[in-house]
């Protein structure tokens, strides 16, 4: 069965550094686009980043350029997210997902096929 299990949250100062893992399992993991998305409270939930099967293409939202980096080790089946300069604003639920479809856009959550169960990211000012 598929399993999406993210680690790596907690409670940081404004200015600090989190990294974010996924561990997955179950599915052909090098063959899916992965991403990791954001819910804050009352908010919809988000794209942060995406990154291609390969390594080889990576997206940011807008919010997040510059101190973000998401990156893959397909020989792990792992998934990381790398956070720095953290704002209140990054607060929230982090979940990692994987996308094996060709159509829609990689930013919409609902062409993901498999989701995390969340990692709880709290920044305080």
């Known amino acids: 069965q598929v399993q999406l299990v993210e680690s790596g949250g907690g409670s940081v100062q404004a200015g600090g550094s989190l990294r974010l893992s996924c561990a997955a399992s179950?599915?052909?993991?090098?063959?899916?686009?992965m991403g990791w998305f954001r819910q804050a409270p009352g908010k919809e939930r988000g794209g942060v980043a995406v990154i291609s099967p390969s390594g080889g293409t990576t997206f940011y939202t807008d919010s997040v350029k510059g101190r973000a980096s998401i990156s893959r080790d397909n020989a792990k089946n792992s998934l990381y997210l790398q956070m720095n300069i953290l704002k209140p604003e990054d607060t929230g639920i982090y979940y990692c997902a994987a996308r094996g479809g060709q159509y829609g856009d990689i930013w919409e959550a609902s062409t993901y096929n498999y989701w995390g169960q969340g990692t709880q990211v709290t920044v305080s000012s």
């Open positions: 179950g599915y052909r993991y090098s063959l899916y686009w």
